[in-house]
């Protein structure tokens, strides 16, 4: 299906485990960007992309790493989860810099226990 | 860097118009966009400006002063479903970040 599609949809893990959240758009849009939303806090970025190998930090980026090998795919990694990563996790895509509109994946809702 | 603040919360009357603000500061500007989001749901997009002035699109409006880091969006003819949080988002002009405001959560009475 057409769209941007985030995997899983909920995730329950350990604390000290690696995750990885996944991110799949299928227009072929340049940049893409990785969200946590915690309640107070709003949508905090964490990492984005402006294409394929080019990634960097946003506003909350320490405990994550990111890749971008394809440019349909946006996989965000916690090496080591701990409790506070506990949140909602959106990602989005744009097609270019000057796009009128970000597109939303439906979140995955992590718990880290 | 950038800063977005809106008011944390809002009350409304159910058909009645309501003003949105949003404040920003930003080093380099490149749009200004507006999101609504239902509890639990993705946001979905609402708005977008990048020059001055209004932009309407049925009951939503959105406004834009650059020279003044000011943005609003108005809802008319208030709707229950209207009932949701507002995220005022500015994507700046370098690497292509954007970032979001906190959010403004608006309730709609009847």
């Known amino acids: 299906d057409a769209g941007i599609t985030q995997s899983p949809r909920y995730k329950i893990t350990e604390t000290g485990r690696q995750v990885t959240l996944m991110c799949h758009q299928t227009?072929?849009?340049?940049?893409m960007f990785w969200y946590r939303q915690d309640l107070g806090h709003g949508l905090r970025l964490i990492y984005y992309?402006?294409?394929?190998?080019?990634?960097d930090k946003g506003e909350v980026p320490d405990g994550y790493v990111v890749s971008r090998s394809k440019t349909e795919n946006f996989p965000l990694t916690l090496e080591s989860a701990t409790r506070s990563q506990t949140s909602v996790y959106f990602c989005?895509?744009?097609?270019?810099?000057?796009?009128?509109?970000?597109?939303f994946g439906q979140g995955t809702r992590l718990t880290v226990v | 860097g950038q800063n977005i603040d809106q008011p944390t919360e809002m009350t409304a009357t159910e058909g009645a118009i309501v003003q949105i603000n949003c404040t920003y500061q930003?080093?380099?500007?490149?749009?200004l966009f507006w999101y609504q989001q239902h509890a639990g749901e993705a946001p979905t997009f609402l708005s977008y400006?990048?020059?001055?002035g209004l932009e309407e699109k049925g009951r939503f409006s959105s406004f834009l002063s650059r020279s003044k880091g000011y943005s609003y969006l108005l809802l008319k003819e208030l709707q229950m479903k209207d009932s949701a949080s507002y995220l005022c988002?500015?994507?700046?002009?370098?690497?292509?970040?954007?970032?979001f405001g906190q959010g403004t959560e608006l309730s709609v009475k009847p």
């Open positions: 989005a895509s744009s097609e270019h810099l000057g796009s009128t509109e970000a597109f």
């Open positions: 227009w072929s849009h340049s940049y």
């Open positions: 992309s402006a294409a394929a190998d080019i990634t």
């Open positions: 930003t080093s380099g500007f490149n749009g």
């Open positions: 400006n990048v020059l001055d």
């Open positions: 988002a500015v994507r700046d002009n370098q690497g292509g970040k954007l970032i």
